[in-house]
């Protein structure tokens, strides 16, 4: 054997053993703290057990980080499930299946092994499935489902989910997007079948699911189309119309009491204790008050009433798509554009 043959040998028994420490050394980046894992791992079992399952399950997270365990990963599959994530629980106790080939003792293995094998077989028959189809694939097709993207290969696969409300939804460049949104029972199984429509030059790419349309619909029907600042400054034109009414009473009495003091031509007689001066300045006020408040209130009053009137007028005329004329002026040119159906 040759003096080099001998030289690359040795320099690769030294490389491989450095490199070795560092495979290690990465394989164990995450810190384990078996003991600490323990604390948490009992401590969320109390908490759990005085039904403070926030508090608990979030101990045996902390527990899982430091020291994974099949046991420990049973009892989050228990969190999961305490809070209907059906599909994350299932998923969990899969995962603690795998786990639990490392436990030790044969005893305990299957007894957490019966545990694991039970919830899924509680949980499968309770999962929706739902089955996302697209119609047409263009370029730059995106499925989303919860606002979370979906890999275009899950398309027509059967996926498990919670039960409750979802949302689905696709789109691409150039195209309008579909969304559906659906409520889903436990152990239903449905089809979506999502649509891209081509969306003409300059459209809004969108599409407003049926159901949120159909809300919008019912309110826009329910304002009868008159403007909200109608009913407002109608609203204020009566409390200045009623307020002025008030004025008004108040300027009588004092005129009664200047009467009943003074005599009809309000000359009151020197040296008397009662304070005319101070009611002819009232009296006075409370009429400017009422011809004040009145006029504002009844200038809003018939603001009010015009601004309803043209509401619904314009409603009913963009109902039955009547011809619009709009004037136009420009540089040295005029004239009025029509649009509507003829």
Not at 117 to 126: H, K, Q, T, V
Request: with cysteine; charged share 25%; glycine share 12%.
């Amino acid at each position: 054997m040759s003096t080099e043959i001998v030289r690359r040998a040795i320099a690769a028994v030294v490389i491989a053993s450095l490199a070795a420490p560092a495979a290690r050394a990465s394989a164990q980046e995450k810190a384990r703290d078996p003991a600490a894992a323990e604390a948490l791992y009992h401590r969320g079992r109390a908490l759990v057990s005085e039904g403070n399952w926030s508090e608990g399950c979030a101990k045996f997270e902390a527990s899982m980080e430091l020291n994974p365990a099949a046991s420990t990963l049973l009892n989050i599959a228990k969190c999961h499930e305490h809070d209907g994530k059906l599909a994350q629980a299932t998923v969990a106790y899969r995962r603690a299946l795998q786990l639990n080939q490392d436990t030790l003792g044969e005893e305990r293995k299957k007894a957490l092994e019966k545990v694991a094998n039970e919830g899924i077989a509680a949980l499968e028959p309770r999962l929706a499935r739902v089955r996302v189809t697209l119609k047409e694939r263009p370029a730059g097709a995106r499925v989303a489902r919860d606002g979370q993207e979906l890999p275009l290969a899950t398309l027509g696969e059967e996926i498990p989910l919670d039960p409750g409300e979802h949302t689905f939804e696709a789109s691409a460049p150039g195209f309008r997007k579909d969304e559906k949104r659906m409520k889903l029972g436990e152990g239903e199984q449905i089809s979506v079948e999502l649509a891209l429509v081509p969306a003409p030059p300059g459209a809004d790419e969108t599409r407003h699911p049926p159901a949120l349309a159909g809300k919008d619909k019912d309110a826009k029907a329910s304002s009868g189309g008159a403007p909200v600042w109608a009913f407002v400054v109608g609203g204020v034109g009566l409390a200045a119309v009623g307020a002025g009414i008030a004025f008004r009473f108040d300027q009588m009495a004092t005129e009664r009491r200047l009467v009943d003091e003074c005599g009809e031509d309000l000359l009151c007689p020197g040296g008397i204790e009662y304070d005319w001066q101070s009611d002819n300045a009232r009296k006075n006020r409370d009429f400017y008050l009422f011809v004040g408040l009145t006029a504002a209130g009844a200038v809003g009053i018939g603001a009010a009433v015009v601004g309803i009137v043209r509401g619904v007028g314009q409603k009913k005329k963009s109902q039955a798509r009547g011809p619009i004329v709009a004037p136009w002026i420009g540089r040295g040119e005029g004239g009025a554009i029509v649009q509507g159906a003829f």
